[in-house]
């Protein structure tokens, strides 16, 4: 029963409330008609940037939302718009040009002839509608090569997925993606990555990191900030045994780098696909399409430099472990491609039609791609 003396548990009147109502259409229509945008519950959301996930937990510990440092098309690859084959082949030939010419400028004559004749011709298995396996004439090796970094990708997914999948398995740990930053400095990026190496090895022999990871992969990234200092950074699929709250780790990390506190850690939910799309993540090639001469020559310095590696008890396992034809499934179809010849039936999406062996400039394979690509299949 109501009170009529208590405003706030007074019975509401229901022609003061139709005129409520009234008043606020009435608003409405008037912001309409002026052309005012009210930015409702969706444009709040899209407000923040859409390629960056916020379900991680914070450096802080708190419970508050924030932009994580994994970009969300690691995880949800399918959701973001891909480079078509042609223009991703012909941007990787633009940036080894451009390379090549850096190269030449600084003396490395050796260097810029090893780039122009990098995958200049292919040799591949088709289909006519697909392409399989494509098997270049010459491969420099250089770390800034984008296809050859994208080939040693391809064969150390081949190779640790497999593994990761099987140490996961057998360990009852949980992947992790961390993310170790250090402050910039005016220094050489050899010096950096000194710096970054030695702070990370002090921090694997710390009872902490032993008592809640056991091991696991790490590759370092550059970046360069808008003074031109170096940002080097270390990527690591740690594999965890106990969750832990992210400051005592950050505390640790500032004890053993003395003025660094940043990182960023994210779980990988789906074993094989969620460690596929971070490895992938993690060594992929180098941009160097902005490199300039001095940036190429102080990267050259780093030719006996190890950027990629394993630590932990996951090296040993890594090392002992024999892949058996079960670990096979973890892998997607394109990474066992590597068998195939020609006579083969073509494995894409069911096609049923036999592979046969062509070869091509880089130029005359960029139109037979394009080619594939305008084919509509009816």
Known sequence: ????????????????????????????????????????????????????????????????????????????????????????????????????????????????????????????????????????????????????????????????????????????????????????????????????????????????????????TWSIEFTKDAEGLHHTHLHIIGFRTRFFDIKYLRSEWFSVTGDSYVLHLDRVTELSKGLQEVFKYITKGMEADDFTAEDLKDFLNLRNTHLFGSFGEFRKFKNDYIVSDDDDGSLPDYYKNGQLVEGCICPSDNCGRTLFDKRASAAGFIKYLKKIEDYAPS
């Not at 139709?18 to 444009?43: D, R, T």
């Not at 999948?165 to 993310?179: C, G, I, Y």
């Not at 220094?187 to 990871?213: D, G, M, P, Y």
């Open 1 to 216: 029963m109501y009170k009529q003396t208590v405003g706030f548990c007074q019975k509401p009147d229901s022609s003061k409330r139709g005129l409520v109502f009234f008043i606020m259409k009435l608003l409405a229509q008037s912001i309409n008609f002026l052309g005012i945008e009210v930015a409702g519950k969706e444009e709040t959301h899209l407000s923040r940037p859409l390629n960056f996930s916020v379900d991680s937990t914070t450096l802080s510990g708190s419970k508050t939302r924030h932009q994580s440092y994994l970009d969300k098309g690691v995880l949800n690859s399918q959701q973001t718009k891909k480079k078509s084959r042609s223009d991703g082949f012909k941007a990787r030939q633009k940036v080894k040009r451009h390379l090549a010419l850096l190269a030449k400028e600084i003396n490395e004559l050796e260097l810029s002839e090893r780039l122009l004749r990098c995958h200049s011709r292919v040799g591949f298995l088709s289909c006519g509608r697909h392409i399989c396996r494509i098997i270049p004439n010459y491969v420099c090796g250089f770390k800034l090569c984008p296809d050859c970094a994208r080939r040693k990708s391809r064969k150390r997914l081949n190779k640790y997925l497999p593994v990761m999948s099987a140490f996961v398995k057998t360990h009852r740990v949980e992947p992790v993606h961390l993310v170790l930053t250090q402050t910039h400095k005016k220094e050489t990026r050899k010096q950096s990555v000194k710096r970054l190496k030695s702070a990370f090895n002090n921090l694997i022999r710390r009872e902490f990191w032993k008592e809640h990871f056991k091991g696991g």
